[in-house]
């Protein structure tokens, strides 16, 4: 016991661990919620935001990791038949 915590021994490696992690609180889940959020807008890079919140530029790409495979795949209706592209000439600089 430390620290009031049980700490187990990894019979392979001989690492101890605490099982759990209680280092989180709802300041670092506000503060992941809105670099996230920020993010998403696609308003500033993962160093940006490492200088700008006081965090590791990787603890940055992780949170936007964790949270970008904890959504769905997108899917399409199946009630879509045709998509019409009135506009593809603007982006083919050509009207062929």
């Known amino acids: 016991m430390v620290?009031?915590?049980?700490?187990?021994k990894c019979?392979?490696?001989?690492?101890?661990?605490?099982?759990?992690?209680?280092?989180?609180?709802?300041?670092i889940q506000a503060l992941k919620a809105l670099v996230v959020m920020i993010y998403s807008l696609?308003?500033?890079?993962y160093n940006m935001f490492g200088k700008f919140f006081k965090r590791d530029r990787s603890l940055i790409y992780r949170w936007i990791k964790e949270t970008g495979l904890?959504?769905?795949?997108?899917?399409?209706?199946?009630?879509?038949?045709?998509?019409?592209?009135?506009?593809?000439?603007?982006?083919?600089?050509s009207k062929k």
């Open 3 to 8: 620290c009031g915590k049980q700490r187990y």
């Open 11 to 27: 019979k392979e490696c001989g690492y101890n661990f605490v099982v759990g992690d209680e280092r989180t609180n709802e300041n």
């Open 42 to 45: 696609g308003k500033g890079s």
């Open 70 to 93: 904890s959504f769905y795949d997108p899917s399409i209706d199946g009630d879509i038949c045709e998509i019409k592209f009135d506009e593809m000439w603007h982006f083919l600089q």
